[in-house]
């Protein structure tokens, strides 16, 4: 396969807190390059339901997705997928079992406390940090461990509020790192984190080398929840996935891995 520009993380209207059509998110895409997008909205759950899709809206979703893909396809591929909240006690198998591309698997919330919404930023002044990092890395671990997923969202996400860790980072993801290797999984360069105070890519430039290391792989995401959010940053993430050490990424059909190169600076 050419090499290709991959954005696997994409939302939609029915989660509720985003906007812009459906097809004004591929032609977004077609428009930035994008040879394979994926549209990977949130799943519902039965937990903090006001922030996406009921289950009586799959099937519409995933049928305008497959429509799409079909209207599309001479000019690039697109696949369907869902971003997964791990919540132990909140999953259900109408969306583990859902035949789809890909599953991305995401840590929102530690004991029900959504860190990633500014709504409920104050949670942090009560807590000590390092503990938390603690928490969300071993909740990374076990979503990893379930064996129910393709891709790790946003693996760092913790730090968007920059809320870092005073215990080196390589220390506290460990455990995960192993477990997302473990379970075969890929981890996202997700280009979201440019556009919150932390001002950079999820994971950090130091995580995404020890990946490279032990040899995990990666795929992109804009995590775009506007049309205009589609390919984001892409050149910067690409750039960063270069620099430590990949020349590849990884799209999945049917949750089964393919590998595409990664285009060049002068393609970016």
Same mark, same amino acid.
């Given at each position: 396969?050419?090499?290709?520009? +991959?954005?696997?993380?994409?939302?939609?209207?029915? &989660?509720?807190?985003? !906007?812009?059509?459906? !097809?004004?998110?591929?032609?977004?895409?077609?428009?930035?390059?994008?040879?394979?997008?994926?549209?990977?909205?949130?799943?519902?759950?039965?937990?903090? /339901?006001?922030?996406?899709?009921?289950?009586?809206?799959?099937?519409?979703? $995933?049928?305008?997705?497959?429509?799409?893909?079909?209207?599309?396809?001479?000019? @690039? %591929?697109?696949? @369907?997928?869902?971003?997964?909240?791990? @919540?132990?006690?909140?999953?259900? &198998?109408?969306?583990? %079992?859902?035949? +789809?591309?890909?599953?991305?698997?995401?840590?929102?919330?530690? !004991?029900?406390?959504?860190?990633?919404?500014?709504?409920?930023?104050?949670?942090?002044? %009560?807590?000590? =940090?390092? /503990?938390?990092?603690?928490?969300?890395?071993?909740?990374?671990?076990?979503?990893?461990?379930?064996?129910?997923?393709?891709?790790?969202?946003?693996?760092?996400?913790?730090?968007?509020?920059?809320?870092?860790?005073?215990?080196? =980072?390589?220390?506290?993801?460990? $455990?995960?790192?192993?477990?997302?290797?473990?379970?075969?999984?890929?981890? $996202?360069?997700?280009?979201?984190?440019?556009?919150?105070?932390?001002?950079?890519?999820?994971?950090?430039?130091?995580?995404?080398?020890?990946?490279?290391?032990?040899?995990?792989? =990666?795929?992109?995401?804009?995590?775009?929840?506007?049309?205009?959010?589609?390919?984001?940053?892409? %050149?910067? &993430?690409?750039?960063?996935?270069?620099?430590?050490?990949?020349?590849?990424?990884?799209?999945?059909?049917?949750? !089964?891995?393919?590998? +595409?190169?990664?285009?060049?600076? /002068? $393609?970016?």
């Amino acid at each position: 396969m050419k090499p290709v520009i +991959v954005d696997l993380h994409n939302h939609t209207t029915l &989660c509720n807190h985003a !906007e812009g059509s459906m !097809e004004e998110y591929v032609e977004e895409a077609l428009k930035k390059g994008v040879g394979v997008f994926g549209f990977s909205d949130h799943a519902p759950m039965d937990f903090d /339901t006001r922030y996406r899709m009921g289950f009586d809206e799959m099937a519409d979703y $995933e049928a305008r997705t497959l429509a799409l893909k079909k209207q599309y396809a001479d000019h @690039l %591929e697109i696949l @369907l997928g869902y971003e997964v909240d791990w @919540l132990p006690g909140h999953m259900d &198998c109408r969306v583990l %079992e859902a035949d +789809v591309d890909y599953l991305i698997g995401s840590v929102h919330f530690i !004991e029900e406390w959504g860190f990633d919404n500014p709504e409920f930023i104050g949670r942090y002044q %009560e807590a000590d =940090i390092d /503990t938390l990092w603690r928490t969300y890395f071993s909740l990374v671990a076990d979503m990893a461990a379930s064996g129910h997923f393709q891709i790790v969202g946003h693996l760092d996400l913790l730090k968007l509020f920059r809320h870092l860790p005073r215990v080196d =980072i390589l220390t506290l993801a460990q $455990e995960a790192l192993e477990a997302i290797k473990e379970a075969g999984m890929a981890i $996202e360069i997700n280009s979201a984190g440019f556009r919150k105070p932390i001002k950079e890519a999820y994971p950090s430039f130091t995580l995404l080398k020890q990946a490279r290391a032990m040899e995990i792989p =990666i795929t992109f995401g804009s995590d775009a929840h506007a049309p205009q959010q589609v390919g984001f940053k892409q %050149e910067a &993430c690409l750039a960063l996935a270069r620099e430590a050490g990949y020349d590849r990424a990884v799209i999945y059909r049917k949750k !089964e891995p393919l590998f +595409v190169p990664l285009p060049d600076g /002068t $393609e970016s």
